[in-house]
């Protein structure tokens, strides 16, 4: 943690995540490439049925997502996001999720919930959406609500999205499908959200939601997000963050926890 306004909290920054943040980029992404290439390790993982266990939770990986059910099965997959998922939502307010990919930090959501709180999750990509979907019911999360399109603030009704990249995908105007578009309000809208937590990793796009946002944001207590450098600043509470009435509560690499300031 590195902004003053976090200290005192109870949460600390995993051994892990310090013992890796001291290790060079490259040997990183070499550790990395090694999972998702070994094809020993990938068989392992997938079994028969191409169902990858991941603590506690089963994903399907089957139809192009393979490559990356290795470093799933070990827990390297999307580490810092989880880590935040199960530590920093406690369950006790609605929560929207933005980015959903195939799921995997949707069923960590999901399996904090309280009985009766609700969760929207976002995917624009349509199959990663429908492998979100799948991936929520395989592990009794069926009540979670799976909505398939972009956000976005041009005003545009779709917008052109570069699929097909893996397990993430992006706006672009040279992009492979067209997909609806929506704004954070309108979501909440529709929904009928009020207090909510939110959880984003959209690609760059979390920018807009911040500087477009202000009014629906002044109802989210806490937000969980992967960004750039740019937006989340070398330490601290960034400006954009602070003006909102967020301090930061959590930071490793490029996965940061904000919570508004009480």
Same mark, same amino acid.
């Given at each position: 943690?590195?902004?003053?306004?976090?200290?005192?909290?109870?949460?600390?920054?995993?051994?892990?995540?310090?013992?890796?943040?001291?290790?060079?980029?490259?040997?990183?992404?070499?550790?990395?490439?090694?999972?998702?290439?070994?094809? *020993?390790? !990938?068989? %392992?993982? @997938?079994?028969?049925? +191409?169902? #990858?266990?991941?603590?506690?939770?089963?994903? &399907?990986?089957? $139809?192009?997502?393979?490559?990356?059910?290795?470093?799933?099965?070990?827990?390297?997959?999307?580490?810092?996001?989880?880590?935040?998922?199960?530590?920093?939502?406690?369950?006790?307010?609605?929560?929207?999720?933005?980015?959903?990919?195939?799921?995997?930090?949707?069923?960590?959501?999901?399996?904090?919930?309280?009985?009766?709180?609700?969760?929207?999750?976002?995917?624009?990509?349509?199959?990663?959406?429908?492998? *979100?979907? !799948?991936? %929520?019911? @395989?592990?009794?999360? +069926?009540? #979670?609500?799976?909505?398939?399109?972009?956000? &976005?603030?041009? $005003?545009?009704?779709?917008?052109?999205?570069?699929?097909?990249?893996?397990?993430?995908?992006?706006?672009?105007?040279?992009?492979?499908?067209?997909?609806?578009?929506?704004?954070?309000?309108?979501?909440?809208?529709?929904?009928?959200?009020?207090?909510?937590?939110?959880?984003?990793?959209?690609?760059?796009?979390?920018?807009?939601v911040l500087a477009h946002e202000s009014g629906?944001?002044?109802?989210?207590?806490?937000?969980?997000?992967?960004?750039?450098?740019?937006?989340?600043?070398?330490?601290?509470?960034?400006?954009?963050?602070?003006?909102?009435?967020?301090?930061?509560?959590?930071?490793?690499?490029?996965?940061?926890?904000?919570?508004?300031?009480?």
């Amino acid at each position: 943690m590195r902004d003053s306004g976090a200290r005192g909290s109870p949460l600390r920054q995993p051994l892990l995540d310090r013992i890796r943040a001291r290790l060079p980029e490259p040997l990183k992404a070499r550790a990395f490439a090694a999972l998702a290439d070994n094809p *020993a390790l !990938r068989h %392992l993982a @997938l079994g028969s049925d +191409g169902i #990858v266990a991941s603590r506690g939770l089963r994903f &399907d990986l089957r $139809g192009g997502h393979e490559r990356h059910a290795a470093s799933l099965l070990v827990g390297l997959y999307e580490r810092g996001e989880r880590y935040m998922a199960t530590h920093f939502y406690d369950g006790t307010h609605d929560v929207v999720e933005l980015g959903a990919s195939i799921g995997v930090i949707s069923c960590e959501l999901a399996r904090r919930r309280s009985a009766g709180k609700r969760q929207i999750s976002v995917e624009a990509e349509p199959s990663l959406a429908a492998r *979100a979907r !799948r991936n %929520l019911e @395989l592990n009794g999360f +069926g009540d #979670v609500v799976v909505e398939q399109f972009a956000i &976005d603030y041009s $005003g545009a009704q779709t917008v052109r999205f570069a699929a097909g990249r893996g397990l993430s995908g992006k706006v672009s105007d040279d992009g492979n499908v067209e997909v609806p578009t929506r704004t954070l309000s309108q979501l909440l809208e529709k929904h009928a959200i009020t207090c909510f937590d939110l959880v984003m990793d959209i690609e760059g796009a979390e920018d807009a939601v911040l500087a477009h946002e202000s009014g629906a944001l002044q109802n989210c207590r806490r937000i969980l997000l992967e960004a750039g450098e740019h937006l989340l600043g070398p330490e601290g509470t960034p400006p954009v963050l602070a003006e909102l009435g967020f301090r930061q509560i959590y930071r490793h690499d490029l996965c940061a926890a904000f919570e508004r300031a009480p």
